[in-house]
């Protein structure tokens, strides 16, 4: 795999509501990876890459050649793909496998979105093109290959989503992505709507800044007998909320799960237990 620097990509920003939604819907899993898009051009020097939004790209990789041998058989002449690009299963926390492993020939990847595509005899742009015909098309493409995800499910109202959540998050998986048949894409906010599964716990404030809307808590250590039995982890509060606590304090922390360092993923201050204090 060849990785070089380039101009970062553009994705449609997903907001944290369903109340917009238009029912049915398609829900699909949110793998925990990085998205990128897939740029195809038949005649290009450099006829596909992968591009995310630090502007890494990615050439000269077998998953790339089984795309590009795709596209050649269908008469696609270009094309903009959405995708994900993971490591392993794609499962929560296997974005810091993808982080360690950037330049292997081992990243996985799925398809979920067409930004356009051009065949021979017509084309496609996803700003004015319904998302369930962007998937036909995709399905048309890529069917019965992995680089098209297998986890895809018509939804037809909140508690339908709310149960192909919870078994997202049975299976493993960080959450979902809910989408209307009938949108389009959009360069900037957009109404997909991104589902997170996350933990709240309680936690024992061992410092607050002075200076800064920060404090510290101690995290356990799973399975510790011996030495250290937690590590800090930083957590910004804001001087409203920051006022009010002290070490000794018992806190309430929302966060996406531990790192193998024994941190926290993503850590947000919910609320002082009130009683809590030593």
């Not at 589902?195 to 404030?205: A, G, L, S």
Request: with cysteine; proline share 4%; glycine share 10%.
């Amino acid at each position: 795999m060849k990785i070089t620097k380039g101009t970062p990509a553009t994705f449609p920003e997903l907001r944290g509501s369903i109340a917009g939604l238009r029912w049915p819907c398609f829900a699909e899993i949110k793998y925990d990876g990085e998205a990128c898009l897939i740029g195809y051009h038949s005649t290009a020097l450099v006829p596909i890459f992968t591009s995310n939004k630090y502007g890494t790209m990615r050439q000269e990789w077998s998953k790339l050649d089984d795309i590009k041998a795709i596209l050649e058989d269908n008469d696609v002449e270009q094309a903009v793909f959405l995708a994900e690009l993971f490591y392993g299963g794609g499962k929560t926390g296997d974005l810091y496998k993808l982080l360690s492993h950037k330049d292997s020939d081992d990243l996985n990847m799925v398809i979920y979105d067409i930004g356009h595509i051009t065949f021979k005899d017509s084309k496609m742009q996803g700003e004015t093109t319904p998302l369930i015909t962007r998937k036909e098309i995709l399905g048309e493409l890529f069917n019965g290959t992995v680089i098209l995800t297998a986890h895809l499910k018509l939804v037809k109202n909140k508690d339908e989503v709310q149960d192909f959540f919870e078994q997202a998050v049975v299976d493993g998986y960080e959450g979902i992505v809910v989408k209307s048949l009938d949108g389009f894409i959009a360069h900037g906010p957009c109404a997909w709507v991104k589902i997170k599964h996350k933990d709240r716990t309680i936690y024992k404030v061992i410092t607050v800044s002075m200076t800064q809307e920060r404090i510290e808590i101690a995290v356990p250590i799973p399975g510790a007998t011996v030495g250290a039995k937690w590590i800090p982890c930083g957590v910004k509060v804001t001087n409203k909320h920051k006022k009010n606590l002290q070490p000794g304090d018992e806190v309430e922390i929302e966060h996406q799960g531990v790192l193998d360092s024994g941190s926290l993923r993503h850590p947000v201050y919910i609320r002082k237990i009130e009683g809590g204090k030593e």
